[in-house]
């Protein structure tokens, strides 16, 4: 089961999904975190990977004096889980619930109802 994360260390998840390449270092987290206007202290980055390492989502090899992340939960893993257990929580699992709720909300852009219309259409064909 993925565990939930908390705010930091989803901003710091997306830098890391984000990165085209395979490896992530450190500096990349920190400069996307201070571009995102996010900056954060060296320490706190630490334990936030730290943590990151543990719940699963990462895990770290150590190459001299740095070290190189790998994600081991990839963001759609990640946002399928999340919006399973939303579903679970708020809807009871519900999914027409949900998309009652965004198209009465008035929650959708036109072109977003659009493009979930053609979605339902295209899973209706499968």
């Known amino acids: 089961m993925v565990q939930q994360l908390s705010d930091a260390e ?8 984000g ?10 987290i920190m400069d996307g975190l201070a571009a995102k206007g996010k900056p954060c202290q060296k320490n706190t980055l630490i334990v936030l ?3 990151l390492i543990n719940k699963g989502f990462l895990s770290a090899k150590k190459i001299g004096r740095r070290n190189e992340y790998t994600t081991l939960v ?3 893993e990640y946002q399928t889980a999340q ?4 579903l679970d929580k708020i809807y009871e699992g519900n999914a027409s619930g949900l998309v009652s709720n965004l198209i009465l909300g008035d929650l959708l852009a036109d072109e977003e109802y659009e493009e979930l219309k053609k979605l339902l259409e295209k899973g209706r064909e499968k």
């Open 10 to 17: 989803l901003e710091i998840m997306k830098i890391v999904w």
């Open 19 to 28: 990165n085209p390449e395979e490896v992530t270092l450190f500096p990349y």
């Open 49 to 51: 990977l730290s943590r």
């Open 74 to 76: 990839s963001e759609t």
């Open 83 to 86: 919006t399973k257990n939303f």
